[in-house]
């Protein structure tokens, strides 16, 4: 057997001229992310579900999900209260990237997960800081409100995610997204499959890989942050999320 067939994943040396080398790369983040104690193991099933889509997507930001993060910034952008909300997947995919759109927006990131256990979120409050994060919400004993849920997604904070105007739910299940829209907050979603209960129930969703959605965003903000509220408004309002899913889906079809 080959020395290297006994390595662990993560260590092994992907050539650049790999075909698959960014989305090898994508795994390894996460397998590195399981073995620190951030990521999930489940959350490697909930990566392989967006992994499929995103080969039939193309691995590319469609012109819908450009659209849809435009009017996510936008309302990012217009919002009294933002938070960032952070799971297991999305502070080892996009740690720096999350905390720089938290900054440009000073809007808040908190931490709040499915699988919870105060180790894991303290994992990842540690990975965060660790990448320069400060204004970090969700951690031991901070969590002192709840949402209508039945698992520990509930635990959030007052001053966090239960005071938000605008939620941002990277990468996620459907029900807690249905309920902070029933709670009416705006939800904006990133979630490669445009079928998903998150998807059908956020208010914006972005049909695009975090890896790039997040990025996006960031250069989005950049550029309207000089924007009149009246002007911000327009875009939200101009935005539809059942035309853009269906636009998501053409895409995904037709390859557009
Ligand atoms: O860290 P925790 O404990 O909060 O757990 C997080 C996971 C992701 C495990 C949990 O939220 C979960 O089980 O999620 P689901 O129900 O599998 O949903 C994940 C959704 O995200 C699916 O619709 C995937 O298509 C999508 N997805 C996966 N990877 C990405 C993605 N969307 C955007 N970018 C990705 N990289």
Redesign the pocket.
């Known amino acids: 057997m080959p020395e290297h067939a006994n390595r662990p994943l993560a260590k092994m040396l992907v050539p650049k001229n790999h075909p698959r080398y960014q989305s090898l790369k994508i795994r390894e983040r996460l397998v590195e992310g399981v073995a620190s104690g951030i990521?999930?193991q489940?959350?490697l099933i909930?990566?392989g579900?967006?992994e499929a889509?995103d080969y039939l997507i193309g691995e590319r930001t469609t012109t819908s999900a450009m659209e849809g993060a435009r009017a996510a910034a936008a309302m990012l952008l217009a919002a009294k209260n933002p938070v960032l909300s952070v799971?297991?997947?999305v502070a080892a995919?996009v740690p720096n990237e999350t905390i720089e759109l938290g900054r440009i927006l000073d809007a808040a990131i908190e931490i709040n997960?499915?699988?919870?256990t105060d180790e894991r979120v303290r994992a990842i409050a540690d990975h965060l800081r660790a990448h320069g994060a400060s204004n970090l919400l969700g951690e031991h004993p901070d969590p002192d409100a709840a949402l209508p849920l039945a698992h520990p997604r509930s635990l959030v904070c007052r001053d966090g995610i239960h005071a938000a105007d605008v939620v941002l739910v990277p990468?996620?299940?459907g029900d807690r997204c249905q309920t902070l829209v029933d709670m009416g907050k705006s939800v904006i979603a990133?979630?490669?499959?445009p079928l998903?209960r998150?998807a059908q129930s956020a208010t914006i969703t972005i049909v695009d890989?975090?890896?790039r959605a997040i990025p996006n965003m960031i250069e989005l903000v950049q550029q309207i942050r000089g924007f009149s509220e009246d002007r911000l408004a327009e875009i939200i309002l101009r935005y539809d999320n059942h035309s853009a899913l269906q636009s998501a889906i053409a895409e995904i079809v037709l390859r557009k």
């Open positions: 990521t999930s489940v959350g909930a990566h579900r967006g889509f799971n297991g997947n995919l997960l499915f699988y919870r990468l996620e299940d990133i979630d490669l499959n998903s998150t890989n975090v890896v």
